[in-house]
């Protein structure tokens, strides 16, 4: 509206031209001045829009990125729970079919929990696996230190199984809920 006004006080002679020539000049002068304006407009206005598609890729991206995650992670959780479980569970029948070879293998055993606790509890990070792997240990020393008899052996051995099977359901849980977040 100002560049009319100045336009109209400056130039304004009386009335509405009929000479082509003066609407040109009249023209040219409104788009001299409106185009870059409009120019600046629109390259500002594509700027915004560019940065914003561009932060809308990278949510999506980040987001992919960090399912992703969660995917590889729980598949690194559950592969390493199988691998602890099975070797558990071997190691636990050779203790009871062989208990001549007894204290090898609840060694084996304790070195499996005490690597798995070095190498893997950094995943499991909302359950409490150091007292856990604890336990798992303390029993299998009390296992290991008992007096044989038949009965003792059993019930110890039965523990010790019983703290297994807790840890590794605690174990697969938190490889559930580690996709579910």
């Known amino acids: 509206m100002i560049p009319a006004l100045f336009y109209i006080v400056n130039f304004w002679g009386g009335g509405l031209s009929k000479d082509p020539q003066i609407w040109g000049t009249f023209g040219d002068y ?20 560019t940065l914003i598609v561009a932060d809308m890729q990278d949510k999506t991206t980040r987001q992919a990125l960090n399912f992703e ?18 070797i558990l569970n071997s190691l636990g029948q050779k203790i009871i079919t062989n208990r001549q070879q007894t204290d090898w293998e609840i060694l084996k055993v304790q070195q499996t929990i005490t690597t798995f606790g070095n190498n893997y509890t950094h995943l499991f990070t909302n359950i409490d696996n150091r007292n856990i792997l604890n336990e798992l240990n303390n029993l299998l020393i009390i296992v290991r230190t008992r007096p044989y008899n038949q009965q003792n052996f059993a019930t110890s051995f039965n523990n010790y199984l019983d703290a297994k099977d807790r840890f590794i359901q605690l174990l697969h849980r938190q490889t559930v809920l580690k996709l579910d977040n």
């Open 69 to 86: 995650k969660k995917i590889l992670t729980s598949g690194l959780m559950h592969d390493s729970v199988k691998e602890l479980s099975e």
């Open 30 to 49: 409104f788009g001299g001045l409106f185009n870059p304006i409009l120019g600046l407009a629109n390259l500002i206005i594509f700027i915004k829009l």
